[in-house]
């Protein structure tokens, strides 16, 4: 995982943490000896039950995450993740309203960085933290991510590999990389495009894209910088700005008019993209005529499939 977890881990050997917390309106602390998070506030004093544990893969503790208080969680069993759920209390209630998750699948070696807010998730407070799934959004993405075949880009058989994050209306964003080397790496672009503007903005590996729970969906990009010894979550700046028309790394796309699904016994559907609609490749099969593609919608559902691969621009 990156570099900032080896201080989180650090930083969670001590017996109580404190810091401040939306403009300094509130502390939050742990005390390991009774095991509890305590908040004081305008509202008064608040204390939540939670016991830090470590069960050999996983690891669950109090930290802070860009400057707020987080119940941290890190996986290192199938798959290597960390969440980090940002703790909030208001009237008289504590609730997460936002999760930030690290993700390395170790199956392809695709990495990346996410949120999910506007979770509103209220927490009982004689729930085990450790207990409330705030990884089902981690897993879920895992899951689909490792059904990508990254093998033919690292043999050279592929010569990019976009994959597809999100979609709106008139916006989508994906993930890419310039070569394979800087796929072992770890290091991709994010590339956000706009059909209204005509433009790509372009962020580094180190950003996390934040999925805003609203309807429509939005969208931020955050990056942790570090001011005074301290390490907080503020909007990211692009790196570089493209034409929409002329960008160095644009994604997979149809290129047939119309480009239907098949079943599993390559039987012709109903269901099909058009000209434009941009794809995930997730495997070609050995011949090169089938390829099973991922697709968002404009509501941001995905949909895996097999079409052919000669009405694909790859």
Not at 82 to 89: A, E, K, M, P, V
Not at 93 to 105: D, G, I, P, T
Not at 186 to 197: P, Q
Not at 301 to 311: E, F, L, N, V, W
Request: aromatic residues 14%; glycine residues 4%.
């Amino acid at each position: 995982m990156k570099k900032f977890n080896q201080l989180i881990l650090i930083s969670s050997m001590l017996a109580i943490h404190s810091n401040c917390h939306a403009g300094g309106d509130k502390t939050y602390s742990y005390d390991k000896e009774k095991k509890q998070i305590t908040v004081v506030s305008a509202e008064g004093k608040a204390t939540l039950s939670y016991n830090e544990r470590n069960e050999g893969n996983s690891w669950y503790y109090f930290d802070f995450f860009g400057g707020s208080p987080a119940i941290v969680h890190q996986n290192n069993s199938l798959d290597s993740y960390t969440t980090y759920s940002i703790l909030n209390y208001k009237n008289n209630n504590f609730f997460v309203n936002c999760m930030y998750a690290e993700l390395k699948s170790n199956k392809n070696g695709v990495y990346y960085n996410e949120g999910r807010c506007g979770l509103n998730k209220i927490i009982d407070p004689g729930v085990d933290l450790t207990d409330i799934k705030f990884d089902e959004v981690v897993i879920s993405r895992i899951d689909n991510n490792n059904e990508l075949d990254t093998l033919d880009f690292i043999n050279g058989k592929n010569k990019k590999l976009p994959i597809m994050l999100y979609r709106s209306h008139d916006h989508y964003i994906y993930q890419t990389y310039k070569t394979k080397h800087d796929f072992l790496d770890g290091k991709h672009i994010i590339l956000s495009c706009k059909d209204k503007t005509g433009r790509c903005e372009s962020y580094d590996e180190k950003t996390w894209v934040v999925i805003l729970n609203k309807q429509p969906l939005e969208v931020e990009f955050k990056k942790l910088n570090k001011l005074n010894d301290e390490i907080f979550l503020n909007n990211a700046t692009p790196i570089k700005i493209y034409n929409i028309k002329n960008q160095p790394f644009p994604p997979f796309q149809v290129i047939s008019d119309k480009a239907y699904f098949y079943d599993d016994s390559f039987n012709k559907l109903k269901s099909y993209l058009i000209k434009k609609d941009k794809i995930t490749l997730l495997y070609k099969n050995e011949t090169e005529k089938w390829c099973r593609i991922r697709y968002f919608n404009e509501k941001n559902q995905k949909m895996d499939g097999k079409m052919k691969c000669t009405d694909l621009l790859l």
